[in-house]
């Protein structure tokens, strides 16, 4: 067997990257050559299950084996920007020299990496560990690719959260959208106003405690973990409606200046701020600016679903203020379907859910869209009716009707889309096992349309290449749910 192996012997420079985000050429870079012996073979390649799909992939006639003492591949690595690669792009060549990657920036190399990652095949009977020869150039298709996690209606803690950072980053996720505040329960301390968690905080949807928040540090936590893994977290403070867990806190914030009684069950859009109250504006001054303080990435959501109690010019007072308020603090702000018929400004990135004509109405306006529709991209959707947590209103969502749509099929042109996200609403989720069946493996199809050319996606691929992401997804401690429609890989 080894007499198959062809030896290459080659000086290799690894150029480590410095400080990330640090572009000057030669700052803080570290050239290192080693003398290191490549061992290859010449196995036909089996294409591996990538996913999310390069854009561009040719596979070789080969392998390169894994060192035998457990030592990294040896790899040239370059970050510097270039001419031709954006942030998040790179180029990845394996071949007989080596493993060559050349990013346009930290997020590009970041994402080479788990590529190599997933092109890793382990030893068997048959073979050493090894990667096959192939030359990729990717990048991805949209800018947004998001997972929204619902911490209100049911509290998650802060490993719960840096876990699925680790995974979603894996299939080149890079945003994190955290609801943070609805009826049930305000999840982020606001020193200005404290009561939002000491009293707003202290339940889940079922009416009991205890609840739970981030506090500024848990915050902190969640943006540097994912930060360090190309992840923007996107926080919601979800206003004008959706707020009784404020109105709970605050009487000052109710017309009548009675606190409302905290409650886990609300019905729909029947709580919402009052424009007539002389604290609203103030409140949502400070509550923005100290996010906004909190906040590293460029984006901050603020809500503006279902206020059904209010008239349109209150809905439209109250969610211009909120808009204003993130803006006057150097975010971008970003709201559900129903702001874009406040007369937000065109700097308002819309997130479409449930209704085609406001994501038209937005893209006609000019404001970028997020495209989120329920009825296939909601997590909290049952996949079949043995699903034994989750709703059902958006319809049954298996892995195929999960994937097998595009963010254009309602007409958008791919410039007016900025990507697209799919949320994980609470209600009916109480346990991280419930997330992780919920967000599993239907994430990775979210992942792949966000990242991949439209081209080249076909379920039927996807579903071969799924198959073997199960023990992955095992041995990253998530307890996916195992649909009955894949022939999972028991390998
Ligand atoms: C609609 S989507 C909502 C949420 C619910 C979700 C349940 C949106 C902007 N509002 O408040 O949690 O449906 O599926």
New binding site residues.
């Given amino acids: 067997m080894l007499g198959r192996f062809g030896w290459v012997l080659l000086a290799i420079s690894v150029v480590f990257a410095g400080c990330s985000g640090d572009q000057t050429p030669q700052a803080g870079r570290e050239r290192v050559t080693e003398d290191t012996q490549l061992e290859t073979d010449s196995d036909p390649v089996v294409p591996a299950a990538l996913i999310p799909l390069p854009a561009e992939t040719v596979w070789g006639d080969g392998h390169l084996l894994l060192p035998r003492d457990g030592s990294e591949l040896p790899r040239e690595v370059s970050n510097e920007p270039t001419d031709d690669l954006e942030d998040e792009e790179y180029r990845l060549t394996i071949d007989g020299d080596g493993i060559t990657i050349v990013a346009g920036g930290d997020a590009g190399a970041f994402y080479a990496e788990q590529t190599l990652d997933q092109l890793v095949q382990p030893a068997d009977a048959d073979h050493p560990a090894r990667v096959p020869f192939v030359s990729i150039v990717d990048g991805p298709r949209f800018a947004w690719r998001g997972f929204m996690l ?1 911490v209100s ?1 049911h509290f998650f803690d802060v490993d719960v959260i840096k876990k699925h950072i680790d995974v979603l980053s894996r299939y080149k996720i890079n945003r994190l959208h955290l609801h943070l505040t ?1 009826d049930q329960g305000w999840r982020i301390q606001i020193d200005s106003w404290p009561a939002l968690t000491s009293v707003g905080a202290s339940i889940n949807l079922d009416g009991e405690g205890p609840g739970g928040y981030f506090t500024a540090q848990d915050y902190a936590e969640i943006t540097d973990h994912a930060a360090e893994r190309f992840i923007t977290v996107v926080p919601e403070i979800d206003m004008p409606g ?1 707020v009784n867990a404020a109105l709970a806190s605050y009487g000052e914030l109710n017309a009548d200046g009675e606190p409302t009684e905290l409650r886990g069950v609300v019905p ?1 859009g029947q709580s919402a701020l009052s424009i007539e109250a002389p604290a609203t504006s103030g409140f949502i001054d400070d509550v923005f600016s100290e996010v906004a303080a909190m906040t590293p990435g460029e984006f901050i959501h603020i809500g503006g ?2 206020a059904l109690s209010l008239d349109q010019a209150e809905y439209s007072a109250l969610t211009r203020l909120a808009a204003d308020a993130v803006i006057a603090n150097h975010k971008t702000p970003i709201g ?1 379907e129903e702001t874009v018929t406040a007369g937000a400004p065109q700097s308002l990135i819309v997130q479409y ?2 209704d085609p004509a406001r994501a038209h109405q937005a893209a006609d306006g000019g404001n970028q869209v997020i495209v989120s529709p ?1 009825k296939r991209a ?1 997590l ?2 049952k996949y079949d009716d043995t699903t034994p947590v989750g ?1 059902t ?2 319809g049954l969502i298996e892995v195929e009707t999960a994937y097998d749509w595009d963010p254009t099929d309602e007409g958008l042109a791919d410039d007016q889309v900025l990507g697209v996200e799919a ?1 994980l ?1 609470t ?1 009916t989720i109480r346990s991280s096992t419930e997330i992780d069946r919920m967000a599993y493996p239907r994430m990775l199809g979210y992942a792949e349309i966000g990242w991949s050319p439209k081209a080249q996606r076909d379920f039927s691929d996807y579903r071969e290449r799924l198959a073997q992401h199960g023990t992955r997804l095992t041995d990253l401690g998530i307890e996916f749910h195992p649909s009955p429609t894949i022939d999972w890989d028991q390998n």
């Fill in positions: 619902d209606r609805d959706h729909y679903d279902e559900w859910w449930l329920a909601y909290d959707m709703q209103w958006a949320p609403w209600e």
